[in-house]
T-cell receptor
Framework: QKEVEQNSGPLSVPEGAIASLNCTYSDRGSQSFFWYRQYSGKSPELIMFIYSNGDKEDGRFTAQLNKASQYVSLLIRDSQPSDSATYLC??????????FGSGTRLQVQP | DGGITQSPKYLFRKEGQNVTLSCEQNLNHDAMYWYRQDPGQGLRLIYYSQIVNDFQKGDIAEGYSVSREKKESFPLTVTSAQKNPTAFYLCASNADSDYGYTFGSGTRLTVV
């Protein structure tokens, strides 16, 4: 079982819709959770981080965390073609290095 | 501007050669990391260092070596023992374990 699992996609949504990206993790000691966006051929860039159960909103992005279910998600409202990218979920337990999922490819159709 | 600089952007390695990838940061971050990314895959941890003169192996350290003689620099050597080195290599740093990483722009290594 992979430590961090994501559906590889592609997830295709029409422009203006809500895109929902999901991630599950196996280490119950995980304490911090991150979402990165990676455009093709580029390095990842941090979008959101969340530490506590519940929702965290930043502009069009909302991160949701449920530690009991070991589940973290990213919602993108009013999706734009420029949001088309691979979204990487990453988790950390304590002071360990981040463990990344394999990413979900999002395609926003104009 | 502060950031992480990786060089070169593209690197070609012949069979049996060792090559060194450079990673320099001016963010005053204590921790630095090396990840490898294969096509369509996530990032896999090679080595990391949380302080000068100390580093730990990640999940796929075999065939790689690192040094951390200065806070700003964390070079990665891909040795001839690494049998499948073709990949995208990413260096990252962070100031504290509570925060996410800042990534460099990456080095794309190809075996020829």
């Amino acid at each position: 079982q992979k430590e961090v699992e994501q559906n590889s996609g592609p997830l295709s949504v029409p422009e203006g819709a809500i895109a929902s990206l999901n991630c599950t993790y196996s280490d119950r000691g995980s304490q911090s959770f991150f979402w990165y966006r990676q455009y093709s051929g580029k390095s990842p860039e941090l979008i959101m981080f969340i530490y506590s159960n519940g929702d965290k909103e930043d502009g069009r992005f909302t991160a949701q965390l449920n530690k009991a279910s070991q589940y973290v998600s990213l919602l993108i409202r009013d999706s734009q073609p420029s949001d088309s990218a691979t979204y990487l979920c990453a988790v950390r337990a304590g002071r360990r290095a981040l463990t990344f999922g394999s990413g979900t490819r999002l395609q926003v159709q104009p | 501007d502060g950031g992480i600089t990786q060089s070169p952007k593209y690197l070609f390695r012949k069979e049996g050669q060792n090559v060194t990838l450079s990673c320099e940061q001016n963010l005053n971050h204590d921790a630095m990391y090396w990840y490898r990314q294969d096509p369509g895959q996530g990032l896999r941890l090679i080595y990391y260092s949380q302080i000068v003169n100390d580093f730990q192996k990640g999940d796929i350290a075999e065939g790689y070596s690192v040094s951390r003689e200065k806070k700003e620099s964390f070079p990665l050597t891909v040795t001839s023992a690494q049998k499948n080195p073709t990949a995208f290599y990413l260096c990252a740093s962070n100031a504290d374990s509570d925060y996410g990483y800042t990534f460099g722009s990456g080095t794309r290594l190809t075996v020829v």
